[in-house]
């Protein structure tokens, strides 16, 4: 198990996107600032956010939840973005990267998870 999140690959590819999630939300409109605007980036912060506080937890089951909730929001964002595209705050070809840097971050978690519940059995 890694000492630190930061050595983590899902958090730092889940860092990227959230990075990443930030700058392609900046040109949204500005009466989504309150709205879609928020929501997105507050998901996609939610997810590294998550990965880091389980990481910091006492027990492999507390790092599950907590990856599990991270998972939830990744999702979240992945609606959030598709919403955002389907109103055209989005280019395609940026929800497409979005959406690929998702598809690699939803994997490592899957694969960090399963780890843990063997684990845990």
């Known amino acids: 198990m890694a000492r630190s999140y930061r050595e983590l690959l899902v958090w730092q590819k889940a860092r990227t996107l959230a990075v990443h999630t930030y700058k392609a939300t900046g040109n949204f409109p500005k009466s989504e600032t309150y709205g ?27 790092f599950r939840r907590f990856l599990g909730q991270a998972r939830g929001s990744l999702l979240e964002a992945e ?17 497409d990267s979005l959406e690929r840097e998702s598809y690699q971050v939803l994997g490592l978690l899957d694969r960090l998870l399963n780890s843990l519940s063997r684990k845990i059995a």
Do not use: H, K, W
């Not at 609606?79 to 929800?95: C, H, K, N, P, V």
């Open 36 to 62: 879609l605007t928020s929501q997105v980036r507050r998901a996609s912060v939610s997810v590294v956010s998550n990965i880091a506080e389980g990481q910091g937890r006492l027990t492999p089951g507390e």
């Open 79 to 95: 609606t959030q973005l598709a919403i955002a595209l389907d109103l055209g705050f989005l280019e395609r070809s940026a929800y």
